[in-house]
């Protein structure tokens, strides 16, 4: 089993995203998908979060600036392909 590290989306903001409506709109606008597919996003911790249109919209949203940091690198394992 090999791991690597990998780039997410912060746990406080997609408990955000998952707990308020407005934003999932918002977030759906920006990258033209639906509110659902969204929510899915938030509850698999999925790589899309960390779209430039995501961060951007989550920003504004929690009027952050830029260096504050919005995702974190995790290390994920993956099974080696026999």
């Known amino acids: 089993m090999e791991t ?3 780039l997410r989306l912060k746990e406080e903001y997609r408990k ?3 707990t308020t409506p407005k ?3 918002d977030i759906a606008t920006a990258c033209n998908k639906s ?3 969204i929510c899915r996003w938030a509850t698999t ?3 899309q979060l960390v779209m ?3 961060l ?3 920003r504004k949203h929690f009027k952050v600036a830029k260096s504050i940091e919005m995702v974190e690198e ?3 394992s993956e099974l080696k392909a026999a």
């Open 4 to 6: 690597t590290k990998v």
């Open 16 to 18: 955000a995203i998952l």
């Open 23 to 25: 934003l999932q709109g």
């Open 35 to 37: 509110i659902s597919t």
């Open 45 to 47: 911790n999925a790589e």
């Open 52 to 54: 430039l249109s995501v």
């Open 56 to 58: 951007q919209t989550l």
């Open 74 to 76: 995790i290390e994920v």
